[in-house]
């Protein structure tokens, strides 16, 4: 037999195998026939219930700011009240701890407000624990926030350690 008829043989083999796999196939998956208008319809599974969450927040040292010193700590606490889906709580105790550090980055961003008694003014703390918790938590799950100073804290130490020397970049040894 001459090998240019083997080649056409073999080809034409080949492509027959890839036909019958092309149509086994497409029966297979329920491709075969004839076709049918059939509109899909989406199954949606109901969300399941939000449910009430409390969240405490661990008492939380912050410092107080007179001039451009820390004069002393403040201990603050608090409370959050959350309204989540199963899926938003587990999310929510995931970033428990980004909250704690959104409270901290804040507060050390801007010095808290004093009232002219020298307290700390509850209402300026316990917008910046919303703010920090809308930062941190998924939208809308933020119910009420209760923040408070626990207790005073230690006073800032007299004289703070001198900052190291600078090192020298001059030469070598």
């Known amino acids: 037999m001459n090998p240019l008829k083997k080649l056409l043989i073999l080809v034409g083999g080949i ?7 092309a149509i086994g196939m497409s029966l297979v998956s329920g491709g075969g026939g004839e076709e049918e208008d ?34 002393r700590y403040l201990i603050v606490v608090g409370r959050y009240d959350l309204l989540a ?11 428990r701890p980004l909250l704690r550090d959104a409270i901290v980055r804040d507060v050390h961003a801007r010095p808290l407000k004093l009232t002219e008694d020298g307290s700390v003014d509850a209402h300026d703390l316990e917008a910046r624990f919303l703010a920090s918790a809308k930062k941190v ?23 703070a350690a001198p900052p190291p020397p600078k090192k020298s970049s001059g030469g070598g040894h």
């Open 15 to 21: 492509v027959l195998l890839v036909v019958v796999a």
């Open 38 to 71: 059939v509109a899909e319809t989406k199954v949606e599974t109901p969300l399941e219930p939000a449910t009430p969450i409390v969240y405490q927040i661990r008492p939380l040292s912050v410092p107080l700011i007179r001039g451009d010193k820390v004069s």
């Open 85 to 95: 889906r199963p899926d938003q709580a587990s999310l929510a105790e995931e970033n």
């Open 137 to 159: 938590f998924p939208s809308g799950i933020v119910q009420s926030v209760e923040a408070g100073a626990a207790k005073a804290g230690r006073p800032a130490p007299a004289a």
